[in-house]
């Protein structure tokens, strides 16, 4: 089920799985980054989500303070049940260093880095079969 809608970032659930996706498209001003941000917070607070997939691939470059806007929210999101996090990582060397931010920020043990979906999801499984 969508839960954000934009043509560059789009927000999605799958209640069965209990994995938010977000994919990323383009260039993302930062209203609508955190707005996006804000929504998965949101997201995880009022429904069950043991897993959570940022989808980099199509997306440019990322500010810093932004990549610092989202790292922070990571506790909150964990507190909450949250108990993996995988980015599928674009080619852009920018965006990758920006991406770094999540794993300096003491969340290495749970967020890790892919370059497709697929083999997100499927490490995902892995971190969250007991809790699906």
């Known amino acids: 089920m969508e839960i954000f809608t934009h043509e ?5 659930y799958d209640p069965e ?9 383009g260039y993302v001003p930062t209203e609508l980054f955190r707005q996006v941000i ?3 917070v949101e997201h995880v607070r009022k429904h069950k989500v043991v897993f959570l997939i940022s989808d980099t691939s199509g997306q440019k470059v ?3 303070s932004d990549a610092e806007y989202a ?3 990571m506790k909150v999101m ?22 770094k931010k999540f794993s300096d920020a003491g969340h290495g043990d749970v967020v890790a880095y892919f370059d ?12 969250t079969s007991k809790d699906r």
């Open 8 to 12: 560059n970032a789009v927000l999605t």
């Open 78 to 99: 964990i507190e909450n049940g949250l108990k993996a996090m995988a980015f599928v990582i674009p080619e852009n060397v920018f965006t990758k260093f920006s991406l």
């Open 38 to 40: 804000d929504a998965t």
């Open 116 to 127: 497709s979906l697929t083999d997100a999801r499927k490490w995902g499984e892995l971190m």
């Open 62 to 64: 990322v500010s810093s």
């Open 71 to 73: 790292a922070s929210v």
């Open 17 to 25: 799985t209990l994995e938010l996706l977000q994919t990323w498209k």
